[in-house]
């Protein structure tokens, strides 16, 4: 069945340790997102891929990382979590070329809601 | 620049009373517009695009040019339609998405 799924869906974490959050997608899709949503539930795109070793950063400033090796995988890297870094990630996915969707039209993970102490 | 704006940060109702969200965007050339909603401990979903002009459970949202709105409505809310609602924008070019900073709607009993 075509989904997004996120890993791990919660994480607790002292502060210091290398995290990263996984996302994995079996829609077919080309592009994919990864979104910060902050306490009061505003989203913050942080990095978008358009396909294969394309990355780039989104609106909001991040000090995570992505990478994008293989077309359905978009991992999230923090290499030293801090208690800011505490929030919900999103990771979303989209077609490269329109057609039974719109390419504007994205398809949300289930999140991981981190913790940093 | 590409900008959405959803004045109300909460809307509370009582259920059957008519709902509309508010979403105003600015951009210059032809938006694509929609609704994501968000129920509780559920995943970020599409409610609705502005291109299909379709009605979701019972909620339909009219693209206005002249305003640059696509404000949501329904006639009669419901308990079930709780959730937080986000208005989004896409290019043509379908880079990305620029999402409002959402809406909470709560219906009472």
């Known amino acids: 069945e075509a989904d997004i799924y996120q890993t791990p869906r919660y994480l607790v974490i002292g502060t210091g340790k290398k995290i990263t959050l996984e996302c994995s997608q079996t829609?077919?899709?080309?592009?994919m997102y990864w979104y910060q949503q902050d306490p009061g539930m505003e989203l913050h795109l942080i990095h978008y891929s358009y396909g294969v070793n394309s990355t780039e950063k989104g609106d909001l400033s991040s000090e995570s990382t992505v990478s994008r090796i293989r077309t359905e995988h978009f991992p999230l890297t923090l290499e030293s979590a801090r208690p800011s870094h505490t929030s919900q990630y999103l990771c979303?996915?989209?077609?490269?070329?329109?057609?039974?969707?719109?390419?504007?039209?994205?398809?949300f993970g289930p999140g991981t809601r981190l913790t940093v102490l | 620049a590409q900008r959405v704006t959803q004045p109300e940060k909460l809307l509370s109702v009582f259920k059957g009373a008519p709902v509309e969200l508010k979403c105003n965007y600015s951009?210059?050339?032809?938006?694509?517009l929609f609704w994501y909603v968000q129920y509780s401990r559920q995943r970020l979903q599409l409610l609705l695009r502005?291109?299909s002009r379709e009605s979701i459970k019972g909620f339909t949202a009219d693209l206005n040019k002249g305003e640059t709105s696509f404000h949501l409505k329904k006639p009669f809310a419901q308990e079930e339609d709780s959730a937080m609602y986000y208005c989004a924008l896409g290019s043509p070019y379908g880079n990305k998405l620029v999402f409002g900073a959402g809406t909470i709607l709560r219906v009472k009993s």
């Open positions: 502005h291109i």
């Open positions: 979303a996915s989209s077609a490269l070329t329109p057609g039974e969707h719109s390419y504007n039209e994205q398809f």
């Open positions: 951009y210059s050339g032809s938006p694509e």
């Open positions: 829609m077919g899709h080309d592009k």
